[in-house]
């Protein structure tokens, strides 16, 4: 992550994130609310010190379920407070009286029933409320927050998505180079994600290194703000299109490659596919495997924001961000963290 570009320049302060889960609360925001009746059964809990898949593993057998039927909307810190959906698809059977749940750092909070299974980025986004501790330089990251509050930070996934010093990214070459077999559906779910999230982070700091991240280049992909779809900007809307990206109506993307077309077209397609010469590795991989070629916005806009300082070295900010998007990429445009724990999933 030391690699990629900052948007407002290498932060000068350093400082502490996750001193303690407490500093790190995220509470999942579905964008819907449950039906209230069907045949899958929503946990909506709070969990301290637990990974996603283990709680849903502790779930699976206190309903007396298979796991393969425990589902939930995204992976979440382990080291953090977090609240957060599970899924348990039960057609009729009764709903368990989750009151005798007991798993240490877990608290269930709601129960209800939903019609539809709760998969995979089912989430419209997350609210975040941070603690920043031991900051060196209390000016430098107030100035930053109020940029970011205006501006935005850049959109990169967060080392979370590369695993323990970055073993996913690793073990994914190595399968590109065909030095190992991967068949765990899990695996390769992680070293594929892995893979193209470097792509876009690449993509994305080359983008932000050259100051053309707030510029539309003939053949862009352009995103409408806060929405998936896209479309490839022509030269002769080059004018108007800049002037949406300017009042935040629109946002540059950069691609999560797969097995087919990146999306660009003339200049932001050679640009593109310039800066993934290096990553041909990864590039392979993804195109051998099929994977679905995507796009994802540079810049992400946090909502909501709101900082408060505790003391000159302490600040509480808590924001909003769409699903997929990480705090910690906030968190790096803010300050070089330093002494933080060991990195949990994602």
Avoid at 149 to 166: D, I, T
Avoid at 179 to 203: G, P, T, W
Avoid at 296 to 322: E, H, K, N
């Amino acid at each position: 992550m030391m690699s990629l570009s900052w948007l407002y320049g290498e932060p000068s302060a350093t400082g502490v994130l996750k001193k303690s889960p407490q500093d790190f609360c995220v509470r999942e925001d579905l964008g819907f609310e449950p039906d209230g009746d069907g045949e899958h059964v929503l946990v909506y809990l709070r969990k301290t010190g637990c990974n996603t898949q283990f709680v849903a593993d502790n779930l699976a057998r206190f309903a007396k379920v298979s796991g393969r039927v425990v589902s939930y909307a995204g992976l979440k810190d382990r080291h953090a407070v977090t609240e957060q959906w599970f899924c348990l698809q039960m057609p009729g059977k009764d709903t368990p009286d989750f009151n005798a749940f007991a798993l240490e750092g877990c608290e269930v909070l709601k129960v209800t029933r939903h019609r539809r299974k709760l998969r995979i980025g089912t989430l419209k986004g997350n609210f975040f409320q941070l603690v920043l501790r031991d900051i060196s330089l209390k000016d430098d990251v107030e100035s930053r927050l109020q940029k970011i509050q205006q501006s935005g930070a850049a959109n990169y996934f967060g080392e979370q998505r590369f695993g323990r010093q970055g073993n996913n990214l690793v073990m994914a070459e190595r399968w590109s180079n065909n030095e190992i077999s991967v068949k765990e559906r899990n695996k390769r779910s992680f070293y594929l994600s892995a893979a193209r999230s470097a792509m876009f982070n690449h993509v994305a700091s080359q983008r932000i290194a050259q100051s053309l991240h707030r510029q539309v280049m003939p053949g862009d992909a352009m995103q409408l703000a806060g929405r998936g779809s896209w479309f490839v900007a022509q030269p002769e809307e080059l004018e108007s299109l800049q002037q949406r990206l300017n009042v935040g109506e629109l946002r540059v993307t950069a691609p999560l490659p797969g097995d087919g077309e990146l999306g660009t077209q003339l200049e932001a397609q050679t640009f593109e596919q310039q800066v993934l010469v290096d990553d041909q590795t990864l590039f392979s991989l993804v195109k051998r495997e099929r994977v679905e070629p995507a796009r994802r916005a540079i810049l992400v806009q946090p909502q909501q924001m709101a900082w408060q300082w505790l003391d000159d070295a302490t600040v509480s900010v808590s924001f909003w961000l769409p699903a997929g998007s990480f705090a910690t990429s906030v968190v790096r445009e803010l300050m070089l963290t330093v002494a933080s724990e060991d990195i949990p999933e994602e």
